[in-house]
C-alpha cells in the first residue's frame, strides 16, 4: 500500500513540474484534492423461502488522494483529468438459510444444513482516471464526467457463524473466520490452524480461517474486476480563489465482481454443486474533498 501511494506522489510531483513549465499559458492549471469516501455495493439480495432478504450492503470508510490537470475554455468552462488513489469497497452481511460442507474434497466429507450469520468488510483500492467538464457560478463550480478505475488491490475480513444439523441431529454452533486476498489466494486456500467439529460420531478438523476461495475447487481470474468504469458528478465551494470543498458521485456502471464466484449461500444443486446467481452488482460512493487548484 505505501509503495503504490508513493508511486502516486512521484506522479503529482511529474505533474507539479508539468504546470511549472507551463505556468505561462493561463489557460493550464493545477490541482489537488485529499478526503473521506464512503461506499457501498448495491445489487439484488437473495431471498428465502418465505420471500424474506437475506443479503445486505452496507456502506464502508476509506480516503481518496490525487492531483488534477485543468484547460480552461473560458472563465467559466472548462475540462479538468485527474489522477486518484482511492479506496472504494462495501459491507456484507448474510443472515439466513445456509450450508455449509465439512471434510471438504475428503472421502468423509459432509454438508450440514442450518443458519448462517455472514458479516465481512470488502476494501478494494484503485488508480481512478476521472476525466470532467466543469462549469463555474460564482464560488459554486458543478461539474461531471466519466470515470476510469484500475484495481490495484482488493482484500476482506470478516465472520462466519454457523448453527446446523446433519441426519437431524444437532451440531454445535462454531464460528470461522474470514481472511481474503483476492489476488493472492488459491482456490481451497485456508489456515493450518483448525478447530474440532463433532458430527454423528465423526471429528472434522475445519481450517479456522478461510481464505478468498476456500469454497470453490478451482480459481479462474480475481473475484472483482480489474476496471471499473462510473459516471461522476458533483459540486465545488470555493473559499477563495485556490481552497475548495467539494463533494461528488461515483456511479458504477458494471458488474464489480465476476459471475464465477457469485453463488447461492442458500443452497448447493443436488450434486453438491454451487447454485450460480450471475447478480449485477454495482459499487456506489460519495467522496468528500479539500483541495486546493492553483
Known sequence: MNFMIQRLLFILLLAVCTFTLSAQDKQFGFGFRAGLSFSHFDGPSETGPNGETLESWT???????????????????????????????????????????????????????????????????????????YYKLGKFEIFGGLNTGFLVGSSAGGTIKFEGVSNGNPVEPFTLTLDHNYKNDDAGGASIERITINVNGLTYMEPKTLGAYYEFAERGKMQYQTIDLGLIGGVSYYINEGLFLSWRYVYGLGDVDRNQYDISLQTLNTNGTHVPRADNNRSLSMQFSVGFSF
Open 59 to 133: 456502506s464502508d470508510k476509506g480516503f481518496h488522494i490525487g492531483g488534477a490537470l485543468t484547460y480552461k475554455f473560458t472563465d467559466l468552462v472548462g475540462a479538468r483529468f485527474e489522477f486518484m488513489y482511492s479506496q472504494r469497497g462495501s459491507g456484507y452481511k448474510y443472515d439466513g438459510p445456509s450450508y455449509y460442507v465439512l471434510g471438504r474434497n475428503t472421502l468423509s466429507s459432509t454438508t450440514l444444513k442450518g443458519t448462517r450469520h455472514q458479516i465481512m468488510n470488502v476494501n478494494n483500492a484503485y488508480f481512478d482516471f476521472p476525466i470532467e467538464l
